[in-house]
């Protein structure tokens, strides 16, 4: 995990595709040419089985589940970009949650640490379909809102990604790049609200 210097929030970025040239860490990418200089941002790649409870006694398994669950802990925000799977959000992405929130009670270092509990999330999708994913972003939101995220209302639905991806890089039209520009930046400054105020509170969550 980077050291924390900027007082700026920390989000974690979380591409829900592990495919090579995926579209979902493109898109993140091309978020973090927005906003790269107002958050700290952690790029999140996770290496984990498929999720079999027989695997929590693997203590290597466990220790990499540690890893990611210290990187959620000290997240202030999150933004996944979960591709669309026949109307579902990806099962790396859900592989991934599951072991995570299993931790606490795997291990009872963690049973007071709350991951997700109150944190802001934004979701995304670009998808090759003509929906941007708008049904696998709505499993994402029942997802991480049961997990207890502060799901926002707005969200990036990107269609028709090969068109806006051709060159490698996303490029969008100017209306389109405006509007993702202002949900990121309304998304850093929420984050950035809220983590001001947990401090000075101490977290609620
Ligand atoms: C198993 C599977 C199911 C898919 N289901 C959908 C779908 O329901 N809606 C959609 O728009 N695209 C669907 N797609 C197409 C994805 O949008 C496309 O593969 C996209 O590139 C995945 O994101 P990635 O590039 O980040 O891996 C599906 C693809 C796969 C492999």
Redesign the pocket.
């Known amino acids: 995990m980077p050291p924390r210097e900027s007082g700026l929030p920390r989000l974690l970025l979380f ?3 592990l ?1 090579r ?5 493109r898109l993140i990418e091309y978020f973090l040419t927005l906003i790269g200089d107002r958050c700290e941002p952690d790029m999140l790649v996770a290496d984990l089985p498929l999720f079999d409870q027989d695997l929590e006694q693997d203590a290597g398994v466990i220790e990499r589940v540690a890893a990611l669950h210290r990187r959620c802990v000290a997240a202030d925000g999150f933004i996944v970009a979960s ?5 579902h959000v990806s099962p790396y992405v859900k592989n991934t949650v599951d072991w995570v929130s299993r931790l606490a009670r795997v291990d009872a270092r963690f049973a007071d640490a709350r991951p997700f509990r109150g944190k802001p999330l934004l979701l995304a999708c ?4 003509w ?1 941007g ?1 708008l ?2 972003l709505r499993d994402a939101r029942t997802l991480f809102g049961y997990l207890g995220c502060l799901v926002q209302a707005d969200q990036i639905c990107v269609s028709d ?1 090969a068109h806006w991806a051709s060159e490698g890089p996303f490029r969008f039209e100017p209306a389109f790049a405006d509007h993702i520009a202002s949900t990121l930046l309304d998304f850093c400054r929420l984050a950035a609200a809220l983590k001001t105020r947990d401090s000075d509170n101490g977290s609620f969550a």
Request: overall charge neutral; charged content about 15%.
């Open positions: 591409p829900g595709s495919r040239d995926a579209y979902q860490r591709p669309e799977y026949n109307g670009a998808s090759t379909g929906t994913g049904l696998g990604a």
